[in-house]
C-alpha cells in the first residue's frame, strides 16, 4: 500500500505521516506542490492520494484514475473543492478530514473577544507609541447576546465553551440538538441576525449557503454587531459586508476565511503583489480582523487530520469501509 501527499508542509504533517506509516504499515512520498496535470504523474503507483483545499476538477481526477488512483482524501472537513461528481463517475472513492472541534472553538471566541475589546486598533496604535484610549473601548462578552449559525460539531462546541462567559445564546440550524436546548434558544436565522450583538457562523460551505449572510442579512443585524467567520468564506458576500462596514452599520468583523482565498493561504506571498481586492479592503479596515485561515491550526488538529486521511486510504485500499467517506 503506497499514499503519495500533495502540498504537504514538512514542518508539520510531514513528521505525522512518517509515524503513521511506520505504525499502519504503509509506504509514502510526498511533495510539497499542489497537484497539477504536469505533476500528476508523482503519484503513479500510489493506491492513493492525499491533498488539501485545492481544486480538483474532471480533467485532474480522470488524469489520476488513468494513473492507478482509486482514493483520493483531503486534510480538510469541506471537501467543496472537488468535483465530486466527477469522482464518483470515476470510481475514485474520496474522505475527507475528521478532528476535534476545540480547536475551531477556542479559536472562533478568541476572535470575539479581539473583536469586541479593539485589539487591532490598540495594537496597531501601540505599536506607535500612541497609547490614548479614545475609540478603543470595548464591551464584555458576558453583556452580549451571541448568536451562532450552524449547531454542527464545532458550532455545539462554541456553544458549550461560552457557557463559562455567562451570555445569552441564540442558535440556528436547520436540525436543532435536543443536548444544546438547555444552553441555547433555537430561532430562526432572521431572529437570530435582529438579536444579536455577536454573530458566529458555523455552516458548510455548501452551494445552498452560498452568501447566505448578504446584504438583506446584514441590514437585519443589530446596529454595531460584531459578525465572526471561522467556517467558509463562500458564506459572506464579501461587497455587502464591506458596505455594511464602510457605512458604519456593523461594529466590526473578524473573519478567519474569506471568498477567493485560493492561492494564498498556506502560503509565503510577502514579495507578490496579490490579486485579492477584498482582502486588501477588508485588511485595511481598523475594525476588521483577518487571519489566515487558521482556526483549526493546533497539534490535535494537525494530527487528527492526517491519521483520518490515512486511515480513510487505507480502508480504500482494502475496500472496506470508513467513516470518513464523502457520501
Not at 452580549?144 to 461560552?162: D, P
Not at 468564506?233 to 485560493?262: M, P, Y
Not at 475594525?287 to 486511515?311: C, G, K, L, Q, W
Amino acid at each position: 500500500m503506497k499514499i503519495f501527499a500533495y502540498a504537504l508542509r514538512p514542518y508539520d504533517e510531514l513528521p505525522c505521516l512518517d509515524a503513521l506509516s511506520r505504525e499502519l504499515v504503509f509506504d509514502y512520498d510526498w511533495t510539497p506542490d499542489y497537484p497539477t496535470l504536469e505533476n500528476a504523474g508523482l503519484a503513479a503507483g500510489a493506491d492513493g492520494i492525499c491533498i488539501i483545499t485545492n481544486p480538483m476538477s474532471r480533467e485532474l481526477l480522470t488524469r489520476y484514475r488513468d494513473l492507478g488512483t482509486r482514493g483520493l482524501a483531503t486534510r480538510s472537513i469541506g471537501y467543496e473543492h472537488i468535483d465530486m461528481t466527477a469522482a464518483r463517475d470515476l470510481g475514485i472513492r474520496v474522505a475527507h478530514a475528521a478532528y476535534p472541534p476545540e480547536g475551531v472553538a477556542d479559536f472562533t471566541i478568541m476572535l470575539m473577544l479581539m473583536a469586541l475589546r479593539k485589539v487591532k486598533l490598540f495594537m496597531a496604535h501601540a505599536s506607535v507609541q500612541n497609547f490614548d484610549l479614545e475609540g478603543k473601548i470595548g464591551r464584555d462578552l458576558s453583556s452580549c447576546t451571541v448568536g451562532v449559525v450552524g449547531t454542527g460539531a464545532i458550532g455545539a462546541c462554541v456553544v458549550h465553551h461560552l457557557q463559562g462567559f455567562g451570555c445569552r445564546i441564540l442558535a440556528s440550524d436547520p436540525v436543532e440538538k435536543d443536548e444544546l436546548r438547555d444552553l441555547a434558544t433555537y430561532v430562526s436565522l432572521s431572529e437570530l441576525l435582529a438579536s444579536s450583538d455577536v454573530v458566529t457562523l458555523h455552516a458548510p460551505g455548501l452551494p445552498e449557503n452560498h452568501h447566505m449572510i448578504g446584504a438583506e442579512e446584514l441590514a437585519a443585524m443589530r446596529h454595531g454587531a460584531i459578525l465572526v467567520n471561522a467556517a467558509r468564506g463562500s458564506l459572506v458576500d464579501t461587497e455587502a459586508l464591506l458596505d455594511a462596514l464602510e457605512s458604519g452599520h456593523l461594529g466590526g468583523a473578524a473573519l478567519d476565511t474569506i471568498e477567493h482565498e485560493q492561492n494564498l493561504y498556506y502560503l509565503n506571498r510577502s514579495l507578490d503583489v496579490l490579486p485579492n481586492r477584498d482582502r486588501a479592503a477588508l485588511s485595511a479596515l481598523p475594525n476588521v480582523i483577518v487571519s489566515p485561515h487558521m482556526a483549526f491550526y493546533t497539534e490535535e488538529d494537525v494530527h487528527d487530520m492526517v491519521r483520518s486521511n490515512v486511515e480513510a486510504l487505507l480502508a480504500f485500499a482494502a475496500g472496506v469501509e470508513t467513516p470518513f467517506e464523502v457520501r
